[in-house]
């Protein structure tokens, strides 16, 4: 190529005649031989097709495939993904509960609703809507390694597309253990780190850069207060919630707590209920 280029700026029109007449050569050559291995393949397939035992090859292929497909289609017991979804995915706030999957559907129901959500930034973006979506114990997706990939191209491109995520886990430990959410995490710009156990607090302050200083915010620390991480800041943060609150009936995790409020609330609707009786 680089004498091809000397030539054609050369002065002389006659180098240039050759030059062209020389690449037009070329270009009809590489023509040639590109139509040349379409032929020879053709011709290969259609000997494949005549060839004796081919349609019993091809029928035992295509066995195969239906046989390995009926466990996810139809009425196979890994069917689930194989009919029309009953959940209103047109709201503008949906919820995809995978816990009561089976482990063998587990990893294909995360890839399925990672590719649900993708389709919904992809068209959001079109619409100049911003899409946000939170991932709840996210430990789940790293242990897996279709999906932790799939999360991961997600979240590099969807920064483009005006896409915001989120991430949640109560330990670090499972989520440090995948290179992927290393990396991750190293890239995030926001982090809120809550109380952690030992070795948790050891491997975030290895990653993070965190002084001892810091690691006194999230060691043994009442519900509510831990640290803000945004990369070149770090700022110590306490938002406990009054229980007396209704807010805070809302957004309570303690198990315990929780069932004592459910009770509360069956007590005082049956107590509604009887008064609508005497009323009556």
Same mark, same amino acid.
């Given at each position: ?26 270009? /009809?050559?590489? #023509?040639?031989?590109?139509?040349? #291995? ?43 993904? /194989? ?58 997706? #790293? ?18 597309? /005006? ?73 110590? #943060? ?43």
């Amino acid at each position: 190529y680089s004498c091809l280029h000397r030539l054609w700026h050369k002065p002389s029109w006659c180098h240039r005649l050759q030059v062209r007449r020389s690449t037009y050569f070329l270009l /009809g050559a590489m #023509f040639i031989w590109q139509k040349f #291995f379409k032929i020879i393949y053709i011709i290969y397939a259609v000997s494949l097709i005549f060839k004796p035992g081919f349609a019993s090859v091809l029928v035992e292929y295509k066995r195969e495939l239906v046989y390995a497909l009926k466990l996810y289609t139809g009425d196979g017991s890994l069917s689930i993904f /194989g009919h029309h979804t009953n959940v209103e995915i047109t709201n503008r706030f949906v919820i995809f509960q995978i816990r009561d999957v089976g482990e063998r559907l587990k990893n294909l129901a995360m890839l399925v609703i990672l590719e649900h959500i993708w389709n919904e930034i992809v068209k959001n973006r079109k619409l100049g809507i911003t899409t946000w979506y939170y991932i709840d114990e996210i430990y789940l997706l #790293f242990k897996n390694e279709y999906s932790a990939h799939r999360l991961d191209e997600m979240v590099r491109r969807g920064r483009k597309y /005006g896409a915001v995520f989120t991430g949640i886990s109560q330990n670090v430990t499972p989520i440090l253990e995948s290179p992927i959410a290393r990396d991750m995490l190293q890239n995030c710009n926001f982090i809120q780190i809550l109380g952690q156990a030992g070795p948790d607090r050891i491997n975030l302050q290895r990653i993070l850069n965190l002084s001892d200083t810091n690691l006194e915010y999230i060691t043994n620390s009442p519900p509510g207060q831990g640290l803000i991480y945004t990369g070149k800041n770090v700022i110590p #943060f306490r938002g406990s919630i009054p229980k007396d609150t209704k807010i805070y009936r809302l957004l309570t995790s303690n198990p315990k707590e929780r069932h004592e409020y459910e009770l509360e609330k069956q007590r005082e609707e049956a107590r509604k209920q009887k008064e609508a009786k005497d009323i009556a």
